[in-house]
T-cell receptor, first 115, second 112 residues
């Protein structure tokens, strides 16, 4: 199984600022994803991070608000831009690569609070 | 669009009881189904993965079954312990969609 780490684990940010979350996988993986979990809710996919090309965003999420980078097969970043209190959530990175089995592994998450 | 539902939303049981968590999904064109555990404020831990061609998977005190044609899965936890207290999420990997669709979760409390 892949081991995924995220930094920071939590942060408190002011409205209007931006935060970049890092995700590191201990092995090369084909697919990496970013999810958001709002308080009391289940997970919602933000985007698929594609290595060497632009991320694929789900409906309701845009690149200007959530720019994503994936420079190689083990690392990705998600930036939450121009934050508002509604962005307060847990942000989770996940990875998948098992020769077609597609089991997904998740990082510990980043708890973001916007004041 | 795939919809995943989990019943019950919350469950409280005394220690030692066996219990069943339910998951249903609307579109049976899935590649696999995963059960996860999430502790408060934490990330997800993968418990079991069932491929679409499989009927069940077991790991220790956990047993997950899959009936793809009826759109249902169950997670059976034997001899529950207080350490099992967490939220349990099921998710299906939709064929052609390239991502997981998550259920709403069941919050389990095991009372010592």
């Amino acid at each position: 199984s892949a081991v995924i780490s995220q930094k920071p684990s939590r942060d408190i940010c002011q409205r209007g600022t931006s935060l970049t979350i890092q995700c590191q996988v201990d092995s090369q993986v084909t697919m990496m994803f970013w999810y958001r979990q709002q308080p009391g809710q289940s997970l919602t996919l933000i985007a698929t991070a594609n290595q060497g090309s632009e991320a694929t965003y789900e409906s309701g999420f845009v690149i200007d608000k959530f720019p994503i980078s994936r420079p190689n097969l083990t690392f990705s970043t998600l930036t939450v831009s121009n934050m508002s209190p509604e962005d307060s959530s847990i942000y989770l990175c996940s990875a998948s690569d098992r020769g077609g089995i597609y089991e997904q592994y998740f990082g510990p998450g980043t708890r973001l609070t916007v004041t | 669009k795939q919809e995943v539902t989990q019943i019950p939303a919350a469950l409280s049981v005394p220690e030692g009881e066996n219990l069943v968590l339910n998951c249903s999904f609307t579109d049976s064109a899935i590649y696999n189904l995963q059960w996860f555990r999430q502790d408060p404020g934490k990330g997800l831990t993968s418990l079991l993965l069932i491929q679409s061609s499989q009927r069940e998977q077991t790991s220790g005190r956990l047993n997950a079954s899959l009936d793809k044609s009826s759109g249902r899965s169950t997670l059976y936890i034997a001899a529950s312990q207080p350490g099992d207290s967490a939220t349990y999420l099921c998710a299906v990997y939709q064929t052609g969609a390239n991502n997981l669709f998550f259920g709403t979760g069941t919050r389990l409390t095991v009372i010592p």
